[in-house]
Nanobody, 125 residues
Framework: QLQLVESGGGLVQPGGSLRLSCAASGLTLGYFAIGWFRQAPGKEREGVSCISSSGGSTSYTSLVKERFYISRDNAKDTVYLQMHNLEPEDTAVYYC??????????????????WGQGTQVTVSS
């Protein structure tokens, strides 16, 4: 069983930056493609970014492209989401998730097998 724990969320002003971490235990993270999702109040969970198991391929939703960057360190069983130029619309609970598929697909929640508990990101002045 794979356990995922997110950290790094918080309150940040518009235009600011945060780095989220997703730490894995129980199984080797390198077996999995990892996705980041977010869910704002009253909205459906949406895919933000994905990185393949090797780290060689990444994808982003158009809403965050060129502002967010995903990376992974398989030796540390950790995946990161670096977020720049944050906007109030980025406010949400952010979740990382792992898929037994080694490649990134369309970043849809039903493609992922394990989930973390989420970390709150609030962008406000």
């Amino acid at each position: 069983q794979l356990q995922l724990v997110e950290s790094g969320g918080g309150l940040v002003q518009p235009g600011g930056s945060l780095r989220l971490s997703c730490a894995a235990s129980g199984l080797t993270l390198g077996y999995f493609a990892i996705g980041w999702f977010r869910q704002a109040p009253g909205k459906e969970r949406e895919g933000v970014s994905c990185i393949s198991s090797s780290g060689g391929s990444t994808s982003y939703t158009s809403l965050v492209k060129e502002r967010f960057y995903i990376s992974r360190d398989n030796a540390k069983d950790t995946v990161y989401l670096q977020m720049h130029n944050l906007e109030p619309e980025d406010t949400a609970v952010y979740y990382c998730a792992a898929s037994w598929s080694t490649a990134c697909g369309a970043i849809l929640p039903n493609e992922y097998d394990y989930w973390g508990q989420g970390t709150q990101v609030t962008v406000s002045s």
